[in-house]
């Protein structure tokens, strides 16, 4: 199955080929990125529909398990690399002056996540990790303004340290069991790993790769990042890679950390990340830190949901994670003009009523509105949280109600100044009709979403069926391991 | 004492250094410094992961393997790790070389303080907290280079 291989090494490949090519045909240049990223996107799903609800493994460079490295495609990883590349074609950043350098940073950062969410060695997934990491760094720095330097180096002081401590965590996982190899680790977990020594390895992955998810203690660099970088940057931040480093921590949280204390810090962290986020934005005075503050609390809201052991948890946090990738993009998009103080926004209604239907859309759906999807998705973790035992459960959902409450202050606060223009005010700025467009093609999703809504809960609970099936994970890349 | 007990404690106390310097620093290039720390300390605690006394590298000389052989994966990995540091280190000084160009400052404090300003400006509100922090100290960045 080389359409795998390729979804990772051809935006990689067309990364470092585009200087060369844009120095031959500036027009070649210009179109051959977000042309790949087309290619890549159409192979992606032409095999979600090979696919179907099977899995595959692939051996790169045809070694086996233990010293080669694998890729697990089920359809939980093809959704997260689909999402990362089809992200980064619509939120395509290579505008403006600097359109080489962005360009190149964006196909990177397509293959890095595509690869990310495909890999199923853990060593792998560092180094795609690092490979993010760096060019998220370059992606935000890229704006060049001297606000923006100093978040950017914020940013990576941060990413550094968790990064440092992923490496320690893996190596007291490869102390423990000698390999690195996702479906091994799965085996050798539930004897191995099942003791103090793999919950501090947890521990120190979830920490360190939280750093992108936006995971409480670890997420400094949320609101400064955000409102310093450009909009469409934020957006595929926000929107796209902090779910993909999210997903990423949960699958090793299946298959690696059988302990039911690790569901339970995560759970904890997730509830500091509720509260810390909401209460943050619920002060921010600029719209731009209100979304990143407030994206912080809805991650916590997924922290919360795929804490919950099993098959209900994984359904309930894809849920939350689908909505708020395609709402966060285009609340972030339309933040991309309407960015500075909330007082500025009076009367914005009436220089674009488009974006300003758009925003109250976005914002119901993210509160909880029904029939809005993000509702469904808060009821599947709401219900899914009063069916456990443990009683932090029962926290994490009163934290979660009182949280959407915040967020329907804060959002209709915004929300009600678009309507009421102040006399002798200059009204905010129009959007670009790029950012404008693709807010709408989101928003248009989200509303479809609503009348496929029974079909689209089958898919996803298959999908998380087939996630938290740790077995099946270990048939697919080794069939002769199990009896 | 046992060797690789020494060891063990040598990787977690650069890591401890390192973050100590990381979280209390205020220098930019402290701050960095630690980063290099930290990061020399996992790579040492995974080396350590298999480490075996007077065990040799897993190479066939002579007609026979050597008799203790060291696991060769561990020191791989350690590899592509110091590589990517040694990118991000270059990342990471260059950004400082870009924020001392336009806050004339390494004291990471000040720099934040510049910062919060410049969102503050941009987007025409008041500082967050302005009436509670202390004032900012801009001599360094006045009289300094």
Redesign the interface.
């Known amino acids: 199955m080389s359409k795998v291989v390729l979804l990772i090494v051809l935006p990689l490949m067309t990364a470092f080929l585009l200087p060369v090519i844009h120095r031959v045909s500036p027009f070649a240049g210009r179109w051959m990125g977000p042309a790949v990223l087309l290619l890549t996107s159409v192979m992606g799903i032409l095999l979600w529909s090979e696919l179907g609800h099977g899995a595959l493994a692939i051996e790169i460079g045809g070694f086996r398990p233990p010293l080669g490295i694998t890729l697990y495609v089920d359809q939980l990883a093809l959704l997260l690399a689909l999402a990362v590349t089809v992200g980064t074609l619509l939120l395509w950043p290579g505008g403006g002056e600097d359109r080489l350098r962005q360009s190149t940073l964006a196909l990177l950062l397509a293959g890095a996540g595509s690869g990310l969410a495909l890999s199923g060695d853990l060593f792998n997934i560092y180094v795609f990790y690092e490979l993010l990491a760096v060019v998220s760094y370059g992606l935000i720095a890229s704006r060049g303004t001297a606000a923006v330097f100093a978040a950017t180096t914020r940013y990576l002081i941060i990413s550094s340290f968790g990064a440092a401590l992923a490496l320690a965590g893996i190596a007291l996982v490869y102390q423990a069991t000698g390999t690195l190899n996702l479906a091994q680790l799965a085996q050798l977990a539930p004897e191995k790993l099942n003791n103090i020594q793999g919950l501090a390895a947890f521990v120190l992955l979830l920490v360190g790769f939280g750093v992108k998810a936006e995971l409480f203690p670890v997420n400094a660099w949320v609101a400064e990042v955000y409102a310093t970088a450009s909009g469409r940057v934020s957006a595929l931040l926000a929107g796209i890679i902090s779910k993909l480093a999210l997903v990423i921590i949960v699958r090793l949280l299946i298959l690696v950390f059988p302990q039911p204390e690790a569901h339970l810090v995560m759970l904890v962290l997730g509830i500091l990340g509720v509260v810390s986020g909401e209460l943050a934005a619920w002060r921010a005075q600029d719209l731009r830190r209100m979304l990143a503050f407030s994206s912080i609390g809805q991650l916590g809201v997924m922290f919360i949901a795929f804490s919950i052991p099993g098959p209900a948890g994984v359904f309930a946090g894809l849920a939350v994670a689908l909505h708020h990738m395609i709402v966060k993009p285009a609340l972030f998009l339309l933040a991309a003009q309407w960015g500075g103080s909330t007082a500025r926004l009076a009367g914005a209604a009436k220089v674009s009523p488009l974006g300003a239907g758009l925003f109250v859309l976005l914002a119901l759906s993210l509160i909880g509105v029904p029939p809005l999807p993000g509702f469904w998705a808060k009821l599947l973790v709401l219900v899914n949280l009063s069916e456990q035992a443990q009683p932090l459960y029962y926290l994490g959902a009163g934290i979660i109600l009182a949280g959407a409450a915040l967020e329907a202050n804060y959002l209709f606060r915004i929300a009600s100044r678009f309507y009421y223009a102040q006399p002798g005010q200059t009204p905010p700025t129009v959007h670009r009709g790029g950012d404008l467009a693709t807010a709408s093609l989101l928003g248009a999703g989200l509303l479809a979403s609503v009348f496929v809504m029974t079909p689209l809960a089958a898919q996803l609970q298959s999908m998380a069926l087939q996630a938290s099936d740790t077995a099946h994970y270990i048939e697919v890349v080794n069939p002769e391991a199990l009896p | 004492m046992d060797l690789t007990l020494i060891f063990y404690v040598a990787a977690v106390g650069l890591?401890l250094i390192?973050?100590a310097g990381?979280v209390l620093s205020s220098h930019?290039l402290r701050?960095i410094f630690g980063?290099a720390l930290?990061?020399t300390?996992?790579?040492l605690?995974?080396l350590?992961?298999?480490y075996r006394e007077g065990a040799a590298a897993p190479i066939w000389v002579n007609g026979k393997f050597p008799l203790a052989m060291a696991?060769p994966?561990?020191q791989a990995?350690v590899l592509?790790?110091i590589v990517?540091?040694v990118?991000?280190l270059a990342?990471?000084l260059s950004?400082?070389l870009?924020?001392h160009r336009?806050?004339g400052t390494l004291d990471?404090r000040d720099?934040?303080q510049?910062?919060?300003q410049?969102?503050a400006d941009?987007?025409?509100?008041?500082m967050?907290g302005s009436s509670e922090a202390p004032l900012p100290v801009y001599s360094s960045a006045e009289s300094g280079s």
């Open positions: 890591m390192g973050s990381i930019l701050i980063i930290l990061e300390g996992a790579n605690l995974l350590l992961a298999t696991d994966v561990p990995l592509t790790a990517i540091s990118g991000i990342v990471t950004l400082a870009r924020v336009a806050y990471i720099i934040r510049r910062m919060e410049d969102i941009a987007a025409g509100i008041d967050p």
